[in-house]
């Protein structure tokens, strides 16, 4: 078996940690609610259990996160009049407005973030967090 470093997966947590914050303090906007404008952006109007399924986002988080953004006009959350049973989401014009005045702070976010840091350590990076991924859905599809 292969030997870790035992704080490989900690390291991770604080990683993702210190991103949702430096992103936040650098977009003016918190990387949950920016995902899912973006998804909508992409989507087009999508039913909550399809954005859900998009972002691979627990169904309830989705909707506590829908609540604000609908109260602040960001996006629209409607019956589907084919099946009132579901509800549609659609990116409101402010929404897409905040996507588009914040573009530059992403993009300079990224930028600044990955600056420096070589394509082979990058390539590498990304195989093992994929690889952790595909792991970490394995353990849960286990769990239930």
């Not at 991103?19 to 109007?45: C, H, N, Q």
């Not at 691979?56 to 506590?64: H, I, S, V």
């Not at 600044?112 to 990076?125: C, H, K, S, V, Y």
């Amino acid at each position: 078996m292969n030997e870790h470093p035992p704080n490989l997966l900690q390291q991770l947590g604080r990683s993702s940690r210190a991103m949702y914050s430096a992103f936040e303090g650098r977009v003016g906007e918190a990387l949950p609610r920016w995902r899912i404008l973006k998804a909508l952006d992409d989507l087009g109007t999508a039913s909550q259990k399809r954005l859900a399924c998009h972002l691979q986002m627990d169904p309830g988080a989705l909707t506590r996160q829908l609540k604000p953004m609908e109260a602040e006009k960001l996006v629209r959350r409607d019956t589907d009049p084919a099946d009132n049973r579901q509800t549609l989401v659609t990116l409101d014009e402010a929404g897409a407005a905040l996507l588009r005045a914040a573009a530059p702070q992403r993009q300079a976010f990224f930028d600044q973030a990955l600056n420096g840091i070589d394509a082979e350590e990058l390539a590498a990076t990304l195989r093992v967090l994929r690889l952790l991924e595909e792991r970490f859905r394995g353990m849960a599809a286990d769990a239930r």
